[in-house]
């Protein structure tokens, strides 16, 4: 009895390290990225289990409000990828560094620049910004890009506005609504929660439309959110970097295929809010995700059209803007 019992254990454990041997290996990825809607298809990916299965494990870092953290996240090693703003390839280049968009999430605006509603009576146009205090997310963020090309854009210059980092969410919208800031640029779920706290607060130019796009950066379109890495990971990682791309594309096709009320239910803790404002703000960004992840030349040059717009970029103007992303891996199926 002994010796049968000690074969079939033997043949379990054969057995076990058999299955274990043919069980494909997942591959490990080390993502940052920037805590907001933006990154909704990468929140999506990760939640539904669509990264695992595409064979990856990965694992998400939260860089908080500051998306200029997750490249540096990058160029120090600790993360693989990274999600950020499209207009961080071309900053990262003044630098003297290289990092390659390869998937684009979105290819609209999801911020608004909006006034304090005790304010919105003294401050109806972008030229009343002067002499005030405008609140972003952090300082050197996308958000005070926004609000710096916003105001160049209409003669208001950069010294005339002081600039507070706020936070984001329901910090930014406790800012405007205890006075510390005269406006804020806010995104996604805090736009529609200080709507519906209060209906009178004016917003100065909502980027998330065409009409405001224009006003912030002279153009209809504009890709914002995108995931990029570095040049050296994505040669040495090609398939890795598919996978990544492949699943991703499916968290972007699940928020076209589902409701505001459905994708808000699966928003990740750190990006809520009020579940009406949630829903509301997924609703305003529904149409501005992309659809099939790419980035086209006209794209790319109007992100740095904007960005050499203002003064301190005109460094950027020697950037090959075909060097800044790659199609690559969006437009081939990964092996699964």
Known sequence: MLLRCLVISACLFLQGCQSSRDRPRLIPVKMSIGR??????VYLSHQLGLYKKYGLVVSLEDAASSTTKTTQALLGGSADVAGGIFEQTLSTALQGHTITSFVTLMDGDFRALIVAPAKSNRIR???DLKGTVVGVSSLGSPNQFLLTSIATRHGVPQKSISIAAVGSFTLAVAALERNKVDAAVLSGSGISLLQKRHPEARLLVDARTAEGMREAFGVDRYPTTVLYSSATWLAANK???????????EGLRWIQQHSPEEIARHLPEAVRTEPEADREGVRGLQANFSRDGVMSIE???????AFIALPENTGVRNVDASKTFTNEFVAKQAEQ
């Open 299 to 305: 794209q790319a040059s109007a992100v740095k059209r």
């Open 239 to 249: 398939d890795t970097a598919r996978r990544v791309a492949q699943a991703t594309l």
């Open 125 to 127: 146009r972008i030229e």
């Open 36 to 41: 907001g809607l933006g990154f909704l298809p």
